[in-house]
Every structure is written in C-alpha cells, then in structure tokens.
C-alpha cells in the first residue's frame, strides 16, 4: 500500500496524449488522463463532475417544477391504494431500512466514513427526523413517472437511483447547532452558529438509491403500468 501510493499519485501528473478528448460529442476538454489532475481516460473533469451530482454524464438532475405533476398523480394513487399489500410491502422494507440503519449521528460527524457508512447514517437522520415513510416510496415512485415521460429520458438504471436519491437526501436534511460563548468584552455573550449539509453526489447516493429501488421493487413491478395510465390520462 505505501509503494502504491506515490505510483498513482506519479501517474495522476503525468499527462497522457492519448486521451485528448473527453468523450462527450463536442465537448472542448481533455479527458483527465491526457491532463495533469486525475485518471480518468474517458470523461473530462467537468462530465465526471456532472455525473457524480446528476448520475448522467450529459442530463441534468429533474427540477421541483418537473416532478411537481408527477408528485400530484402518485399522492393521489398512494392515498387511494393506502390498504394494498404491495404497497404495505414497500413501506415494511423502507422501515427496515430504518431499523438497521444503527446510531443516528449528526451531519458534521460523517467525515472520513466510507460510502456505504454515510448512506446508512442518512437513514438513521430520515428516522430521526420522523420523516414519513410514504415520503420515501413517494420520492421513488415520482422519478419512475418521470423518467417515464420524459420525451428524452436517461434510462440506465444509475440515473434513476441517483434521482431518487437525491429526493431523499433532502428529507433527511443537516444538522444544526447553536451556543452562546461569554463575550470577552465583559458583557453579553456571543452567540455562535453552525449548519453542515452532507453534499448530496457520488457514491452516497448509488448506495441511497440502490437501497430504495429495493424496498419499492415489487409495488413498481405491480403497479408501474397502471400508474403511467393513470398519469397519461390526466396529463
């Protein structure tokens, strides 16, 4: 491990001509090999980015505007199919998520964890913070619509978990803390505040929404095809 190291660091600033172009069709940079910062023999640093936060090399994350016909179509469908077993199903493995995703801890205390640690940590922050389990079945069930009528979807299956995921990173929030610290002045105190965000791209949201594709797999399998027809004839 202590030899490899420097070899890969060695490697990463050593530009590689071979790899000049990135392979996104008319985009101007190198791919990350043929440049002094990073590996990467296919995609520029800027595609790479995009792919971390978005789960697409090229398309960009669906807005609150986008989802909002699609969150109203399937509000409507969960709350008329609250009793269905598939839909039960769904909401009983969305809670196990919860329950095994151990001690909750706060935002600011995630440094240094790998991935999959983080993704079960923002778990136990939806737990913490009551979010409703509906929420979540809610959050994977309006991508799929989405992507379902989207004239030029992204359809690889990472794209769709990054999607739902980021749904679901926003439910689960920060953490927030405040104090008040004697003033050195002598009078008063100075109060202090600090909000962390976890950044919600890479790793942490595949295993986020790998996680949540699971619990809603069955309810999808079941009931995708009429919930489209349902949307279709509302749209």
Not at 185 to 200: C, D, F, K, N, Q
Not at 203 to 216: K, M, Q
């Amino acid at each position: 491990m202590s030899n490899r190291k420097p070899t890969v660091s060695d490697r990463a600033k050593r530009p590689n001509h071979m790899f000049s172009y990135c392979r996104i069709v008319g985009c101007p940079h190198p791919a990350r090999a043929g440049t002094e910062k990073g590996l990467d023999q296919r995609y520029c640093r800027h595609h790479a980015d995009h792919f971390g936060r978005h789960g697409s090399y090229t398309k960009r994350s669906y807005s609150a505007a986008d989802l909002m016909p699609h969150r109203k179509t399937v509000r409507r469908w969960l709350k008329r199919h609250q009793d269905d077993p598939w839909v039960h199903n769904a909401l009983v493995r969305i809670r196990s998520l919860y329950d095994s995703a151990g001690r909750f801890e706060e935002a600011f205390r995630l440094r240094g964890m790998p991935a999959k640690e983080r993704a079960r940590k923002a778990w136990a922050r939806l737990r913490q913070g009551g979010v409703a389990l509906e929420k979540l079945l809610e959050a994977w069930l309006v991508i799929e619509l989405a992507i379902a009528f989207d004239p030029q979807p992204e359809l690889k299956p990472e794209f769709k978990r990054v999607q739902a995921a980021k749904l679901v990173h926003r439910l689960a929030s920060g953490s927030h803390k405040r104090w008040e610290t004697p003033s050195l002045l002598g009078s008063g105190a100075i109060r202090t505040e600090m909000h962390v965000y976890p950044h919600s791209r890479g790793r942490v949201l595949r295993h986020i929404g790998a996680d949540l594709e699971e619990a809603c797999g069955l309810v999808v399998m079941e009931h995708l095809p009429a919930l489209k027809v349902d949307h279709g004839a509302k749209s």
